[in-house]
């Protein structure tokens, strides 16, 4: 065994944000796909193809969600050992090599290569290749493997060194399947569900997200036979980026840069608010409860909506559209301190809404509408998340 693979503290830590960075950088290449398809017959689907292509947004988004689940988990995992929330991502695309899966993890619209990318990620680790001495996982289930045997490896009595009231439980991230750490027996049961709902059971299949996907798949394939010129998704970048890095598409178009700019902010102010949650945040305070639902309702009511209308704005390459980046440009956490967090995030929050409504100006009619309600959604939140701890 070599010093990389010893069972120790440090190993098992680092193994778990690889894990965060695995969670966290699929969940965002399955929202942009989702964000790409088209909405209905304007954009030159039948009736019947809409129905279709809303089922496979929707789908695809349920997996996101759960991504974001797992990443959840995988913080409560890091925090009952030692650890802290780790929040950032591979930059986009991560090339084949760069992590022991050989997939290219990439922003990129939906189609029938992206999918087949997104099998390759969640291939169940019983159908995976073998791995050999070098390379100690080739599937996502086989890096939890690798984890799980650290669990029980490890003396459960030097290992989980937290307090275990600190461990978010479902009620308040919103996350149903979330299981709180706090010996060995809770941290197996967190990564068995990570597993099942990732690549489920040699039994039970069509419900994990290698069954969602081999169905969209499958399901693809069939309507392209019925129909030859079937365009699922608007034509958009792959990766697309600000500035020029081996692999991205840069963006030139002013106002697709802008919307791009602040939706990353927005993105950006949303992971921090989650992850501070699940740091040395007590879940009983308001002030956290605040942070949470904070997180959760601005993904779902700020960031779709912003990055379907990135989907639509022209990015300056021809006959391409925008996208957004999910751009992290540092590794910078709200502070501990409860109050000094809360005042940085409502300020920044506020910032973002209020640029939002001057990019909106910008933007095509129907677009514009999209983008105020949004800045609205992002104001409200901000105000409630401030209004809520008022007093304490």
Same mark, same amino acid.
């Given at each position: 065994?070599?010093? #990389?693979?010893?069972?120790?503290?440090?190993?098992?830590?680092?193994?778990? #944000?690889?894990?965060?960075?695995?969670?966290?950088?699929?969940?965002?290449?399955?929202?942009?796909?989702?964000?790409?398809?088209?909405?209905?017959?304007?954009?030159?689907?039948?009736?019947?193809?809409?129905?279709?292509?809303?089922?496979?947004?929707?789908?695809?988004?349920?997996?996101?969600?759960?991504?974001?689940?797992?990443?959840?988990?995988?913080?409560?995992?890091?925090?009952?050992?030692?650890?802290?929330?780790?929040?950032?991502?591979?930059?986009?695309?991560?090339?084949?090599?760069?992590?022991?899966?050989?997939?290219?993890?990439?922003?990129?619209?939906? #189609?029938?290569?992206?999918?087949?990318?997104?099998?390759?990620?969640?291939?169940?680790?019983?159908?995976?290749?073998? /791995?050999?001495? #070098?390379? *100690?996982?080739?599937?996502?289930?086989?890096?939890?493997?690798?984890?799980?045997?650290?669990?029980?490896?490890?003396?459960?009595?030097?290992?989980?060194?937290?307090?275990?009231?600190?461990?978010?439980?479902?009620?308040?991230?919103?996350?149903?399947?979330?299981?709180?750490?706090?010996?060995?027996?809770?941290?197996?049961?967190?990564?068995?569900?990570?597993?099942?709902?990732?690549?489920?059971?040699?039994?039970?299949?069509?419900?994990?997200?290698?069954?969602?996907? /081999?169905?969209?798949?499958?399901?693809?394939?069939?309507?392209?036979?019925?129909?030859?010129?079937?365009?699922?998704?608007?034509?958009?970048?792959?990766?697309?980026?600000?500035?020029?890095?081996?692999?991205?598409?840069?963006?030139?178009?002013?106002?697709?840069?802008?919307?791009?700019?602040?939706?990353?902010?927005?993105?950006?102010?949303?992971?921090?608010?989650?992850?501070?949650?699940?740091?040395?945040?007590?879940?009983?305070?308001?002030?956290?409860?605040?942070?949470?639902?904070?997180?959760?309702?601005?993904?779902?009511?700020?960031?779709?909506?912003?990055?379907?209308?990135?989907?639509?704005?022209?990015?300056?390459?021809?006959?391409?559209?925008?996208?957004?980046?999910?751009?992290?440009?540092?590794?910078?956490?709200?502070?501990?301190?409860?109050?000094?967090?809360?005042?940085?995030?409502?300020?920044?929050?506020?910032?973002?809404?209020?640029?939002?409504?001057?990019?909106?100006?910008?933007?095509? *009619?129907?677009?514009?509408?999209?983008?105020?309600?949004?800045?609205?959604?992002?104001?409200?939140?901000?105000?409630?998340?401030?209004?809520?701890?008022?007093?304490?």
């Amino acid at each position: 065994m070599t010093s #990389s693979s010893r069972p120790t503290r440090s190993r098992l830590l680092s193994l778990l #944000s690889e894990a965060c960075e695995v969670e966290h950088g699929l969940a965002c290449s399955y929202l942009y796909a989702s964000f790409s398809l088209k909405h209905g017959q304007s954009e030159g689907l039948s009736f019947e193809q809409e129905q279709r292509v809303r089922r496979w947004a929707a789908q695809i988004s349920f997996v996101a969600t759960q991504e974001m689940l797992h990443l959840a988990q995988a913080w409560n995992l890091l925090q009952a050992v030692g650890g802290t929330p780790y929040h950032m991502h591979p930059q986009f695309p991560l090339a084949r090599g760069e992590l022991p899966i050989h997939v290219t993890m990439s922003l990129a619209p939906f #189609s029938a290569a992206t999918l087949k990318r997104f099998l390759g990620w969640e291939r169940p680790a019983d159908l995976g290749d073998a /791995t050999t001495a #070098s390379e *100690p996982y080739s599937t996502v289930g086989e890096l939890y493997n690798q984890i799980e045997r650290l669990f029980d490896t490890l003396p459960p009595g030097d290992l989980f060194i937290t307090d275990p009231a600190l461990q978010i439980g479902p009620e308040l991230a919103d996350f149903p399947d979330l299981v709180r750490v706090t010996d060995a027996d809770s941290a197996r049961e967190a990564i068995r569900r990570i597993r099942h709902q990732g690549e489920g059971s040699v039994q039970d299949r069509d419900d994990c997200h290698f069954g969602i996907f /081999t169905k969209i798949q499958s399901d693809l394939a069939a309507e392209a036979r019925r129909d030859s010129k079937f365009a699922p998704a608007m034509a958009v970048v792959e990766n697309p980026a600000a500035r020029p890095y081996p692999g991205a598409t840069r963006v030139t178009d002013p106002v697709a840069l802008r919307l791009m700019s602040l939706f990353d902010d927005a993105y950006g102010l949303t992971i921090r608010a989650l992850a501070w949650t699940f740091g040395a945040a007590n879940p009983r305070e308001p002030v956290t409860i605040g942070f949470a639902r904070f997180a959760i309702r601005t993904m779902v009511a700020v960031l779709r909506p912003l990055g379907e209308v990135l989907m639509r704005l022209p990015s300056g390459v021809a006959g391409l559209n925008a996208g957004p980046s999910f751009s992290i440009s540092r590794h910078v956490p709200l502070p501990d301190d409860r109050q000094v967090a809360r005042t940085v995030a409502r300020e920044r929050g506020t910032e973002i809404a209020a640029e939002l409504r001057a990019c909106a100006v910008e933007l095509p *009619p129907k677009a514009q509408g999209i983008v105020v309600m949004a800045a609205q959604t992002l104001a409200d939140q901000v105000a409630l998340f401030g209004a809520n701890q008022r007093g304490e």
